[in-house]
């Protein structure tokens, strides 16, 4: 028996499972991420002393993360795109960068986390190292994530695109709206936690 609307569009929502699936996920993130923000605003908001994150973090490598993350979202919106116009290779090409990227991201991290320890900067010296190291180190492992199933889908499962390439092009839409989701947690923690 097949499961139906996995490729085709519900008609009582218009979106086909998987799609309806990952907006339900994505508003339990906006959640836990929400909720995160907001106890940020109110500690600061509260403290009668706050460090600003210029004076802590590396705006020049946080900068370069940023356009590695939005490259990122082009090259994921792209493959996408080179699916919906039956062009393989094209696809193999754009998802093989956004993992590459992603994979960036997460170095240029590491090399930010480094420099802090070496400086004997950890969560426990304050709370604004302790909120830093939370949403940076959650939002770090939704990378990893996201490097996880882009990285399926251009490896072994992208051979559901000669069985069934509208599934295929469907779980890739779905991975990209996670993914474009990864990127919009990052562009609002770059101003809060490094600018403000």
Do not use: C
């Amino acid at each position: 028996m097949e499961i139906p609307y996995t490729a085709t569009a519900r008609p009582d929502t218009g979106l086909f499972n998987a799609k309806l699936g990952v907006w339900m996920f994505l508003a339990s993130e906006v959640m836990l991420f929400g909720a995160l923000f907001s106890t940020y605003v109110l500690l600061r908001v509260g403290a009668p002393s706050w460090p600003h994150g210029y004076e802590i973090l590396n705006i020049p490598l946080a900068t370069l993360n940023t356009v590695i993350l939005i490259s990122s979202s082009v090259t994921m919106v792209m493959s996408w795109a080179s699916l919906m116009m039956k062009e393989f290779k094209k696809y193999k090409m754009y998802m093989g960068l956004t993992i590459l990227l992603a994979l960036g991201f997460l170095i240029v991290k590491g090399f930010e986390y480094g420099a802090k320890f070496s400086h004997g900067l950890y969560p426990s010296e304050s709370t604004f190292l302790a909120i830093y190291f939370t949403l940076t180190g959650l939002h770090g492992l939704h990378v990893i994530g996201g490097i996880i199933v882009n990285t399926y889908f251009w490896g072994p499962g992208s051979k559901m695109w000669h069985t069934d390439p509208q599934r295929f092009t469907n779980r890739v839409e779905v991975a990209g709206l996670y993914w474009h989701f990864v990127d919009l947690v990052w562009i609002f923690l770059f101003p809060v936690m490094y600018l403000l």
